[in-house]
């Protein structure tokens, strides 16, 4: 079955500074990925989404997240974070014949001024 | 173009009472979802359907149904509300299947079973 885990629970980072959120999934096949970001209180906006192709991917909001099948990883990151980045992030797999995602934990973001 | 609606916002129960979720899309979409979220365990599809009068379970369906009488509008009901069921529920829909559409999500249903 397909699973997506998200190693870290909570980050916290200064403003300003670099900022990379880890993902693995389990798939055996080319997955499709995506990285969301839910804001307090709000519903999940779709970030970007990698299908195919060039393995680096970019976003909205300046984010970016590389693929890589030999690590079965799909990391999201952002050179330089701002306050208003401070949100909860997920990253989730969709694969296979059934019309579903399938979600990490997610990664609860905290941005130090 | 309001997207996807979800009624009520926030809604206390007591344990065996029932209710209705209304999730609504003004984007035509032919897919829609019901999940629900908890703390650390991420979002998890309850049900979903690829289809006006379709549904089918996703992995957490004990406990809710569902049903999808219109193309824009997809309902979730507990028929007897149980503690285990105080959650956050969010309504997504998309125009195709999720490997290739984007879903978009609703703003969420606060439901606390006393």
């Known amino acids: 079955a397909q699973s997506v885990t998200q190693p870290d629970i909570h980050i916290t980072v200064s403003e300003g500074a670099s900022l990379e959120l880890r993902c693995n999934y389990s798939?055996?096949?080319?997955?499709?990925l995506f990285w969301y970001v839910q804001s307090p209180g709000q519903g999940l906006q779709l970030l970007l989404k990698y299908f195919s192709g060039d393995t680096l991917v970019q976003g909205i909001k300046g984010f970016e997240a590389e693929f890589k099948r030999s690590q079965s990883s799909f990391n999201l990151r952002k050179p330089s974070v701002h306050w208003s980045d401070a949100a909860e992030y997920f990253c989730?797999?969709?694969?296979?014949?059934?019309?579903?995602?399938?979600f990490g934990q997610g990664t609860r973001l905290t941005i130090n001024p | 173009n309001a997207g996807v609606t979800q009624t009520p916002k926030f809604r206390v129960l007591k344990t065996g009472q029932s209710m209705t979720l209304l999730c609504a899309q003004d984007?035509?979409?032919?897919?829609m979802y019901w999940y629900r979220q908890d703390p650390g365990m991420g979002l998890r599809l309850i049900h979903y359907?690829?289809?006006?009068?379709?549904?089918a379970k996703g992995e957490v369906p004990d406990g809710y149904n569902v049903s999808r009488l219109k193309k824009q509008n997809f309902l979730l009901g507990l028929e007897s509300a149980a503690p285990s069921q105080t959650s956050v529920y969010f309504c997504a829909s998309s125009s195709t299947g999720p490997r290739t559409e984007t879903q978009y999500f609703g703003p969420g249903t606060r439901l606390l079973v006393l």
């Open positions: 984007m035509n979409h032919e897919y």
């Open positions: 798939y055996g096949a080319t997955p499709y």
């Open positions: 359907s690829v289809g006006e009068g379709t549904t």
């Open positions: 989730a797999v969709g694969a296979g014949g059934a019309q579903k995602l399938v």
